[in-house]
């Protein structure tokens, strides 16, 4: 058994900033990619950030520059810092990750957290 557990999340301003953190519990022999994706309202699920095991990093255009992925892999934990938030921004938030689960050999891609809802309002 696998489980991402999200913190952080809120209301905040145009113009601010907030935190995620993903961490990952259970049956893990170890993890590969760790992932943030975001679903705005009416809108299909998007990959915003995602780092490897290498600390090589992807954003989508609309977060390059202004968010930053990292990890710590002692604490199986992920982050999401998002500064210069904007409108645009609004979404529940969710980290996913490659995740080879203990006693397997492959790969499975299919975790979740639990979503985090980021609401940016005047």
């Known amino acids: 058994q696998v489980q991402l557990v999200e913190f952080g999340g809120g209301l905040v301003q145009p113009g601010g900033s907030l935190r995620l953190s993903c961490v990952a519990s259970g049956n893990i022999h170890s993890i590969k990619d760790m992932l943030w994706y975001r679903q705005a309202p009416g809108k299909e699920r998007e990959l915003v950030a995602r780092?490897?095991?290498?600390?090589?990093?992807e954003y989508a255009a609309a977060a390059q520059g202004r968010f930053t992925i990292s990890r710590d892999d002692v604490k199986r934990s992920w982050y999401l810092q998002m500064n210069n938030l904007n409108n645009e921004d609004t979404a529940v938030y969710y980290c996913?990750?490659?995740?080879?689960?203990?006693?397997?050999?492959?790969?499975?891609?299919?975790?979740w957290g639990q979503g985090s809802q980021v609401t940016v309002s005047s």
């Open positions: 780092i490897t095991r290498e600390n090589a990093t």
């Open positions: 996913n990750a490659h995740v080879r689960p203990i006693p397997t050999t492959w790969w499975e891609d299919g975790y």
